[in-house]
């Protein structure tokens, strides 16, 4: 298993792992609920704010929405190399995805590209703002950059003295924390 995520209601988890699934249990029971498939390793999932829809990664090179009533594929993008973070917008609409040298932004329902960043090295992790105006990303190239959503334009970076595997937004919006392999956050 790769990565495991709560949904925002906490009646679910959804977990991704080698044998190319993304899986939806029930917190209580263990019970799944859902199964979707790749065409190779997953490494990355997250519900939705509504937790109607969970979006995934894979080494597949593709990052997909679900919907979870029917367990059918909403959208799909790909990348040129597999996908390592993905994020819904707060509302929903967007997902970020991100992989070896870029992320890219899309429409949740659609799959349509909204912007492409390329921030360098290997994408670890790609977060949205809490209003979801701005996107956050870690690379191994040792910085944070935050960007606005929509234009892909950068208008802030951290930087650390060894690769960053983690930046998440304050509640309000107000700060962004990264924390490094250098054993500082």
Known sequence: VYSVAFSPDGKYVVSTSEDKT??????DSGKEIARFVHDDITTCAMF????????????DKTARVWELATSSEVARITHTQPVNSVAFSPDGKYVISGSDGEAIVWEAATGHEISRMAPGPNVFSATFSPDGQHVALTTDDHIARVYEAL???????????????????????????SGSYDGTA
Not at 22 to 27: K, N
Not at 151 to 176: C, I, K, L, Q
């Open 22 to 27: 993304v899986r939806v249990w029930q917190a």
């Open 48 to 59: 939705s704010q509504d937790g109607k829809y969970v979006v995934s990664g894979s080494i």
């Open 151 to 177: 234009t892909g334009r950068e208008v802030s970076h951290m930087t650390h003295d060894d690769w960053m595997n983690v930046v998440v937004f304050s509640p309000d919006g107000t700060y962004a924390a």
